[in-house]
Every structure is written in C-alpha cells, then in structure tokens.
C-alpha cells in the first residue's frame, strides 16, 4: 500500500465503522467524517432518534484528533481518496474531484444486479450464492459506478421463517468484507495511478 494516504469519510452504521477503523489499522490519515446521527425520519412529525452507532462514531473521532461533522459539505479539503459507506446522500461532484486517486463506495451488494437498496435482502429472496461487497466509483447516479473490485461469501441458504431477521444476521457476517474491499480498491487505484499518471508525493 503506497504510503501518505489520506481519506474524507462519509459513514454509518456499522459497516461505516469498520471503514474507519481500517483506515486506523492501515495509517491512513483521516482528514475529516462525515456521518448520520440520526435514524431516517418516518414523517416530517417524527421524533429524531439518534443511531446507535453514532456514539462510536463520535467516540473513535474524539480519541484521534478526528473533525466529526453531521451537515453534508459543499467543499472537502484535498486528500487521496473519498471513502463512502453506508452514507445516504448525493456526494457532489465538486467533493469527489478532491480526491486525487479516487471516490470509492462501499456496497453491500454485487453490481450492477443489486443496486440500490436492500441488496442483501434481494439476494437472499434470489436464492443468489453468494453475497458480496462491491468498491466501486462514486459517479452522480446511485451505485452506478465501475466495479473497482468485490470480495463475496457463500450465501448458506436455509428455510426462511423470518427474513428480517436472516437479512440482520447475514449483513453482520459482511462487515470484515468491508476492509478486504477497500484495502483491494486502494492497492487497485493506487497502481492504475502510479503506472498510469506518475508517482504521488
């Protein structure tokens, strides 16, 4: 992995922390998170319940020095990549500039088949044989992207009795996926950049 790494978060939830986590692990520099503190909001009357895994969240950014902010921005500060997951809103164009060896999401979902939402659940009412989670390009529309890469597990499949809580069950057995991904979309991006463009400084 090249050295001098920065990234831009924008996560939740609790894929999100284990991005942020690797990033820890591996010494790349968190400039600055983004995150959602509060569940999506029923109706406009609803009362705000924070995420509960938003404390940790807040916590990790607290104990290394790390701006935490809730508001999407208009600008970013310059870094080697944008990294996304789990986040639920359009990252601009202007914000996905900044990062000069890529935008990279996160997705719980092999793609193009399972864009969008509930990738895990579809899959599982497919009867697909594996799930996957898939680094891919930021571009405007959603999961959109070129696949950059995608690591998979085998999806075991059982007689369904409730499939909210298989889908809950099976999206904990992806989250050491997430780290395996990215680290492949950051070895990937970083050598189409140093073979292709000239070494970064």
């Known amino acids: ?56 969240i807040a916590d990790r950014c607290h104990k290394y020095g790390i701006p935490l902010h809730a508001v999407p921005p208009k600008d970013i500060p310059d870094c080697r990549y944008v990294i996304a997951c789990s986040w639920r809103n359009h990252i601009s164009r202007r914000i996905r500039e900044k990062a000069t060896l890529g935008a990279i999401n996160l997705h719980r979902g092999r793609l193009p088949q399972y864009a969008g939402a509930e990738p895990v659940k579809r899959a599982i009412q497919d009867k697909a044989e594996h799930l996957y989670v898939t680094a891919h390009h930021l571009e405007e529309g959603i999961d959109t992207g070129a696949t950059i890469c995608s690591v998979r597990r085998p999806l075991r499949h059982v007689p369904i009795c409730n499939i909210d809580s298989l889908v809950v069950v099976e999206k904990r057995k992806l989250l050491p996926m997430y780290s395996r991904a990215l680290r492949a979309a950051i070895d990937i991006t970083s050598d189409d950049f140093i073979y292709g463009k000239g070494l970064p400084v």
């Open 1 to 56: 992995m090249p050295m001098n790494l920065t990234a831009v978060l924008f996560i939740a939830r609790e894929a999100g922390i284990e991005v942020f986590d690797y990033c820890i692990r591996e010494n790349i520099k968190v400039i600055t998170v983004y995150t959602h503190p509060y569940e999506p909001q029923v109706s406009a009357n609803a009362e705000l319940r924070e995420r509960r895994e938003y404390k940790a």
